[in-house]
């Protein structure tokens, strides 16, 4: 079946401008999490969605960060006036149910790149 | 407050020999405990997970890791590495209070010798 998709792969924006990614789940998750990862380093955690609710947002850096997922399936982090320390892959991932014992399934992730 | 350590950021080894991959965690409550690989422009890639089952946990391709409460560590281990295992490896750590965030690890880099 399809995997956790995320659009665009590739992201090249000025600094100071708006972007929105996307994450497409493994259909019939209800949990789902966006991580950013930057060079030579782990994923970290951004914020995590049960539905369409945000149970857990505590992972984003700033204002500046605010994802959505209104109907419980496509979620879409959005970033206002990007800076270059933005610069980093994002990825998604989703699981079953949300249970601390759950795979995650990640996507390829959507690399930004601030100038 | 719930962290890995990653003993090693690069560990090279010649193929058809032993893979070590050490990690420690630190965690308030009953973890939960997964291995991750990260091939070049790809996407992650569950290996194993335990989950306070059996204490010694086998993935796919042939590893395995075992859960050591008193040492706080789930090293991850393949008795013959071969060349398609070099990759990035990420342990990760998950309990009930840090709800459902994984914790990652810095990760180790595999470089596998012909």
């Known amino acids: 079946g399809a995997g956790v998709s995320q659009t665009p792969s590739n992201k090249v924006t000025e600094k100071g401008k708006y972007v929105e990614l996307r994450c497409d789940p493994i259909?019939?998750?209800?949990?789902l999490y966006w991580y950013r990862q930057s060079l030579g380093q782990g994923p970290e955690f951004l914020i995590y969605?049960?539905?369409?609710?945000?149970?857990?947002d505590s992972g984003l850096p700033n204002d500046r960060f605010f994802a959505v997922r209104p109907e419980g399936s496509v979620s879409t982090l959005k970033i206002q006036r990007t800076e270059r320390g933005d610069s980093a892959v994002y990825l998604c991932?989703?699981?079953?149910?949300?249970?601390?014992?759950?795979?995650?399934?990640f996507g390829p992730g959507t690399r930004l790149t601030v100038l | 407050a719930q962290s890995v350590t990653q003993l090693d950021s690069h560990v090279s080894v010649s193929e058809g020999t032993p893979v070590l991959l050490r990690c420690n965690y630190s965690?308030?409550?009953?973890?939960?405990l997964f291995w991750y690989v990260q091939h070049p422009n790809k996407g992650l890639q569950l290996l194993l997970k335990?989950?306070?089952?059996?204490?010694l946990v086998k993935g796919i391709n042939g590893f395995e890791a075992e859960f050591k409460k008193s040492e706080t560590s789930f090293h991850l281990t393949k008795p013959s590495a071969h060349m398609s295992d070099a990759a990035e490896y990420f342990c990760?750590?998950?309990?009930?209070?840090?709800?459902?965030?994984?914790?990652f690890g810095t990760g180790t880099s595999l470089t596998v010798i012909p």
């Open positions: 335990y989950t306070s089952a059996a204490t």
């Open positions: 969605f049960q539905g369409t609710g945000a149970a857990d």
């Open positions: 259909s019939g998750h209800t949990a």
């Open positions: 990760v750590v998950s309990d009930v209070v840090t709800g459902n965030q994984f914790y």
């Open positions: 991932a989703s699981s079953l149910r949300g249970l601390v014992s759950n795979e995650q399934f």
């Open positions: 965690s308030s409550y009953s973890p939960s």
